[in-house]
């Protein structure tokens, strides 16, 4: 398992637009809420991709309006708008290169549960729990963006399970990773924005312990061209400390 310390912290830039996108989802929402460390990671991802906060703005509203409409279940968090975003990007970029907007195109959601069934490594705690899961919900099918705010769910349940799974040499080197990553961004953020960042470094930190993806559609691991034959061989240290213990 890679013990390196966490990168890509947030710049003040990602942190300036991710209050853009908050205020207008808690705005929009109009009920009290707290957007998780899995939201920040998502917008600063849309950050580093150049899309525009106004772009996101436009599809956060269209999309709440339309949940109100069908009077569906509160939206809870951003992944929800991913798939929207995506494709309002992509038509975005195109018009902008003088091209035209190509059809969408369906979400091949199956081949990528497939995909993110197939990364989950074979020493990842209960395992078999999180690949049925994940084919569980590729056998429900039903729209990309329900299945992603599954798929969110699950991630943040496989991440507590793995919090909770870590011996106690193994919590303290995490929190001490934290805590280091953390020295850098103290006295540039609040206190309760420190707590955020904590949560995702927090997070960060646990999937490169455990060298698992973001069960997301739109991972890398999810968006290979196939499906991997089985789960990726591990480093072979690991793979003994695991078989003795």
Do not use: C
């Amino acid at each position: 398992m890679n013990a390196t310390a966490p990168d890509d912290l947030p710049s003040p830039e990602d942190h300036a637009y991710f209050l853009k996108i908050e205020r207008t989802f808690l705005g929009l929402r109009k009920k009290a809420a707290l957007l998780t460390p899995a939201d920040w990671q998502e917008a600063q991802g849309w950050h580093r991709q150049g899309i525009p906060a106004a772009l996101i703005q436009d599809v956060m509203e269209k999309l709440f309006e339309r949940q109100a409409a069908r009077k569906g279940r509160t939206i809870s968090g951003l992944r929800y708008f991913r798939a929207a975003v995506e494709a309002a990007w992509e038509e975005l970029s195109a018009l902008k290169a003088g091209g035209r907007a190509e059809e969408a195109v369906a979400l091949p959601v199956e081949a990528r549960l497939a995909n993110l069934a197939g990364s989950l490594p074979r020493a990842l705690p209960l395992r078999p729990r999180w690949a049925a899961a994940l084919a569980d919900l590729a056998a429900r099918g039903g729209p990309a963006s329900e299945v992603e705010e599954a798929l969110r769910a699950l991630d943040a349940e496989l991440l507590q399970a793995l919090e909770a799974s870590l011996r106690p040499a193994e919590s303290k080197a995490l929190a001490d990773q934290v805590e280091q990553a953390l020295i850098r961004l103290r006295g540039r953020l609040a206190e309760d924005e420190i707590a955020i960042a904590s949560a995702r470094v927090m997070e960060q930190s646990l999937r490169r312990h455990f060298e698992v993806a973001a069960l997301s559609l739109f991972s890398p691991e999810a968006q290979a061209e196939s499906a991997a034959p089985g789960p990726p061989d591990l480093p072979a240290p690991l793979a003994a400390k695991d078989s003795g213990g």
